[in-house]
């Protein structure tokens, strides 16, 4: 009786193995028939998912050298700092503080793009002398110092876009500073071998350049020496309470 049981329960394994079987094979011959559809769909995926991290749709057109330009300029100022043994966390919260200082100085203070422009890099400036100047004074680690300017930056840009606008957005600021003469250095596009590149290419290669005397100045060598022979600080011991 049993015996007979086990064999009806294997024959019908086996019928749903081969009915499972089948299956997959008709779904790969019809993928094998329609094999132009596949490409189409991950095209789309990935456009849909490069637009909605703000990365170019089409990199062919010039638009992936301007997203590398952006990066690169950052990288090259964080690249000196830790060449130079330091880093900055506050990085992320100060580009998002110096977008909204000169999108508030336009929209709401109605100056010219000129003067906003220049103030907004008074203001990092200041801001990273600062950081620096704690850094050298207090001893402390740069993790420290720039975590809290991370934090302050953060707090301070939410709470007075609000403050003036009601809301954590500056909008208008192309309306606002349409005409300006300063508008096109970081807007314009070139022409670099037949192909359309934005200016901020140019910016880059600045950079790069300003970066790369500085490396290789004596002055700026002998004072980064004199820097790293400063003693940094230390938490206190049991020993030395």
Same mark, same amino acid.
Not at 62 to 83: C, D, K, N, Q, R
Not at 104 to 128: E, N, Y
Not at 221 to 230: E, F, G, N, P, V
């Given at each position: 009786?049993?015996?007979?049981?086990?064999?009806?329960?294997?024959?019908?394994?086996?019928? /749903?193995?081969?009915?499972?079987?089948?299956?997959?094979?008709?779904?790969v011959?019809?993928?094998?028939?329609?094999?132009?559809?596949?490409?189409?769909?991950?095209?789309?995926?990935?456009?849909?998912?490069?637009?909605?991290q703000?990365?170019?749709?089409?990199?062919?057109?010039?638009?992936?050298?301007?997203?590398?330009?952006?990066?690169?300029?950052?990288?090259v100022?964080?690249?000196?700092? =830790?060449?130079?043994?330091?880093?900055?966390?506050?990085?992320?919260? =100060?580009?998002?503080?110096?977008?909204?200082?000169?999108?508030?100085?336009?929209?709401?203070?109605?100056?010219?793009?000129?003067?906003? /422009?220049?103030?907004?890099?008074?203001?990092?400036?200041?801001?990273?002398?600062?950081?620096?100047?704690?850094?050298?004074?207090?001893r402390?680690?740069?993790f420290?110092?720039?975590?809290? =300017?991370?934090?302050?930056?953060?707090g301070?840009?939410?709470?007075?876009?609000?403050?003036?606008?009601?809301?954590?957005?500056?909008?208008?600021?192309?309306?606002?500073?349409?005409?300006?003469?300063?508008?096109?250095?970081?807007?314009?596009?070139?022409?670099?071998?037949?192909?359309?590149?934005?200016i901020?290419?140019?910016?880059?290669?600045?950079?790069?350049?300003?970066?790369?005397? /500085?490396?290789?100045?004596?002055? /700026?060598?002998?004072?980064?020496?004199?820097?790293?022979?400063?003693?940094?600080?230390?938490?206190?011991?049991?020993?030395?309470?």
């Amino acid at each position: 009786m049993s015996t007979a049981v086990t064999a009806t329960e294997s024959d019908r394994l086996r019928s /749903v193995s081969r009915t499972r079987l089948a299956r997959i094979e008709a779904g790969v011959r019809r993928v094998h028939r329609r094999p132009r559809r596949l490409p189409d769909l991950r095209g789309a995926l990935d456009r849909a998912g490069r637009r909605r991290q703000g990365l170019p749709v089409d990199p062919g057109r010039g638009e992936l050298p301007e997203v590398s330009a952006y990066v690169g300029i950052i990288g090259v100022a964080v690249s000196l700092l =830790m060449i130079a043994g330091e880093f900055d966390l506050s990085v992320g919260s =100060m580009i998002g503080a110096a977008s909204l200082a000169v999108g508030l100085l336009i929209v709401q203070f109605h100056l010219p793009a000129t003067i906003a /422009v220049v103030l907004t890099f008074l203001f990092a400036f200041a801001i990273g002398a600062f950081n620096g100047w704690l850094r050298v004074k207090t001893r402390l680690p740069s993790f420290i110092v720039t975590l809290a =300017m991370l934090l302050i930056l953060r707090g301070a840009g939410i709470g007075i876009t609000r403050l003036l606008t009601g809301n954590t957005i500056v909008s208008g600021v192309t309306e606002a500073s349409a005409g300006d003469p300063i508008v096109p250095l970081f807007t314009a596009s070139i022409n670099i071998a037949g192909g359309e590149f934005k200016i901020v290419l140019l910016w880059w290669f600045a950079a790069v350049a300003v970066a790369t005397w /500085v490396l290789t100045a004596d002055a /700026v060598r002998q004072l980064d020496l004199r820097a790293s022979a400063a003693p940094t600080w230390r938490p206190a011991t049991s020993a030395s309470r």
